[in-house]
């Protein structure tokens, strides 16, 4: 099974800040990765898939990048709203989907 | 506007059985991949299940392999995961998620439906 690692797995930060979130998988996964966000006592919802591509209706603050087995989740300049935790999630295989452990963005 | 909506979850003894159901309407049913993923309390997401458009195609995380059988019925809209020889360790929320074009991401999800294995 591919693993996913994400880090941090908690980061403070304030409105405004750059934040930066890393998952790393075990083995290439080409561009096979999605981001998620997920607030509390809520479903998932869904931010970049294809690794840098954002859903229809995401704000452009949110970016995704990377290939193979590095990627990355940006938000350019943290919102009240963004205060959440994230998760990637690779598909290149899809007998064994993995998400990563998640990222709690909380304020500083 | 697409809508998935879970049900079916609740408390059962640990070797127990239940099956969860997921209506989806808002987009057409039969031409994508859907899957259930599961959360336990203060946990992470962890995937449990997959089945193609077609339902020809199944998929399992190995902890729930030989336990639990993914279904969906086209001509209803509805998703299906029947659960048996439950344990503990199962108790969580489980979503049901719509799968993106032709792929495994997930673009829409339902608010869950929880599943308590105790006894």
């Known amino acids: 099974d591919i693993q996913m690692t994400q880090s941090p797995s908690t980061l403070s930060a304030s409105v405004g800040d750059r934040v930066t979130i890393t998952c790393r998988a075990s083995?290439?996964?080409?561009?096979?990765l999605a981001w998620y966000q997920q607030k509390p006592g809520k479903a998932p919802k869904l931010l970049i898939y294809d690794a840098s591509s954002l859903e229809s209706g995401v704000p452009s603050r949110f970016s995704g990048s990377g290939s193979g087995t590095e990627f990355t989740l940006t938000i350019s300049s943290l919102q009240p709203d963004d205060f959440a935790t994230y998760y990637c999630q690779q598909y290149n295989t899809f007998s064994s989907l993995t998400f990563g452990g998640g990222t709690k963005v909380g304020i500083k | 506007e697409v809508q998935l909506l879970e049900s079916g979850g609740g408390l059962v003894q640990p070797g127990g059985s239940l099956r969860l159901s997921c209506a989806a309407s808002g987009f057409s049913f039969s031409y994508f991949a859907v899957t259930w993923v599961r959360q336990s309390p203060g946990k992470g997401l962890e995937w449990v299940s997959a089945?193609?458009?077609?339902?020809?195609?199944?998929y399992y995380a190995d902890s729930v392999k030989g336990r639990f059988t993914i279904s969906r019925d086209n001509s209803k809209n509805t998703l299906y995961l029947q659960m048996k020889s439950l344990r503990a360790e199962d108790t969580a929320v489980y979503h049901c998620a719509k799968g993106g074009y032709g792929n495994y991401y997930f673009d829409y999800w339902g608010q869950g439906t929880l599943v308590t294995v105790s006894s």
């Open positions: 089945i193609s458009n077609s339902g020809g195609n199944t």
């Open positions: 083995q290439s996964i080409s561009t096979w």
